[in-house]
């Protein structure tokens, strides 16, 4: 078959709203955007959102529905195991500006620990059934709609008014609701909101890839390549509620002239497309896991994909010896986890080439330029390309993409290796 690129329908739809500018804008000004945006993954609306920033975007989160809102509450608003104030603050703001309605709907569907430690933490409840609370208040005091709270704001100025307003049209949009929000944040204990939170917010991250860092960080375990089979059926289909789509913004990086790109044209069907998209958004879910990346950057989204995309092309250009078609075939054969790691492994290879050259008395530091760059780049912990062996030359490192820059990096080892047993000699 033919290297020419024949990307079907779907990705070449991905690809080109991407290009198009701000997705935010883009999703709202489709004529049937309150039809539209319910039905996208919760990924695409939040880069989209993070695009343009929760200020502007808030007709966007007008639009989205309880469980579209989660799934950004559980991207956003987490510094690793604690939840960032400002953050939480952020949406709930912009949920009471889309009316009491939206907002107590979300709230509704929200974890309710997160609920109750965002009104915790800037807010003190008294319940006036059984205390009486102090004559003067630490900020100042608001009796809730039913009379039996009284609760003292802590924000001062704009800030208080504003979680004056969103406690109004919480009791506004349901009484029940509101007096749950109130008890939670008096009785529960801060710390255990937190880690309850926290356990909910990590089972559905898991579910679009997140795991764990140590359980993540298989992705870099060395896998002999020549272990590894095009007809070996390991591929296993995602899970149902994977996306079947790259985030657009995601898309936008992916190099569709690389191998994996040219490989992704080869495929039969939409259907199998839509299969390594879900495959790929996992897998990029864990890369940015184990680099222990917010997995709220799309900037460093981005990254992950061109980093992943190159090295599952690298990994299927040694497996199918660089013919697109064999590379489909293993595609649709061979999991992508085991794909991305016999690329990486290609380039492990080529550090403990390296490691061995220092460990035989090679003293990196000693190195004429570029050999020592060269050196340094390959014996990293996650090997990389040194640029100085491009053409032009060029200075620092990316990430290996092609059988052409392991040969390349091979043949300056040994290069390396012929002067450093010259210098022995001598």
């Known amino acids: 078959m033919s290297d020419e690129i024949i990307p079907l329908s779907r990705w070449r739809a991905a690809l080109a709203r991407a290009r198009r500018g701000r997705k935010a804008d883009a999703i709202i000004s489709e004529p049937d955007a309150a039809q539209l945006v319910p039905s996208l993954p919760v990924q695409e609306l939040y880069y989209a959102i993070k695009e343009v920033g929760l200020a502007d975007a808030a007709e966007l989160v007008a639009l989205a529905t309880p469980e579209q809102v989660q799934g950004f509450v559980d991207l956003d608003v987490w510094e690793r195991d604690h939840i960032d104030e400002r953050r939480i603050d952020a949406w709930i703001d912009t949920l009471a500006d889309a009316g009491y309605e939206k907002l107590g709907s979300v709230l509704e569907k929200l974890d309710s620990e997160v609920v109750a430690l965002w009104l915790q933490r800037q807010a003190i409840v008294y319940d006036l059934t059984i205390e009486t609370p102090p004559e003067e208040p630490e900020g100042h005091y608001y009796p809730t709609p039913d009379r039996f709270y009284l609760i003292d704001i802590l924000a001062p100025g ?105 490989a992704l044209g080869t495929l039969p069907s939409d259907a199998d497309v839509e299969r390594l998209h879900a495959t790929l958004v996992l897998l990029i879910n864990k890369a940015m896991a184990a680099d222990l990346v917010d997995p709220g950057d799309f900037e460093m989204g981005k990254e992950a994909l061109a980093r992943a995309a190159a090295t599952v092309g690298l990994g299927l250009e040694y497996l199918s010896r660089g013919d697109t078609a064999r590379a489909g075939q293993a595609l649709t054969s061979i999991a992508l986890e085991r794909i991305f790691r016999v690329g990486f492994s290609l380039g492990l290879q080529l550090k403990t080439l390296a490691d061995t050259l220092v460990k035989n008395g090679l003293d990196p530091v000693g190195l004429d330029e570029p050999w020592d760059e060269i050196v340094r780049a390959l014996r990293a912990r996650r090997p990389e390309y040194p640029r100085a062996l491009d053409t032009p030359p060029a200075d620092g490192t990316r990430y290996f993409a092609s059988l052409a820059d392991v040969s390349r990096a091979a043949a300056a080892l040994e290069t390396i290796a012929k002067k450093m047993h010259a210098e022995k000699r001598e």
């Open 158 to 262: 704009e800030d208080g008014k504003a979680l004056e307003r969103t406690l109004d049209w919480i009791y506004r949009y349901d009484l029940e609701l509101g007096r749950r929000i109130i008890m939670g944040a008096k009785w529960e204990l801060g710390s255990d909101l937190e880690e309850h939170a926290w356990r909910w917010r990590q089972g559905r991250m898991a579910d679009l890839g997140y795991v764990d860092f140590y359980e993540a960080l298989s992705i870099y375990q060395y896998l002999d390549p020549a272990s590894v089979k095009l007809d070996e059926h390991t591929f296993v289909a995602p899970p149902p509620e994977t996306p079947t789509e790259l985030p657009a913004v995601l898309a936008g990086s992916l190099d569709e002239a690389g191998f994996f790109g040219k």
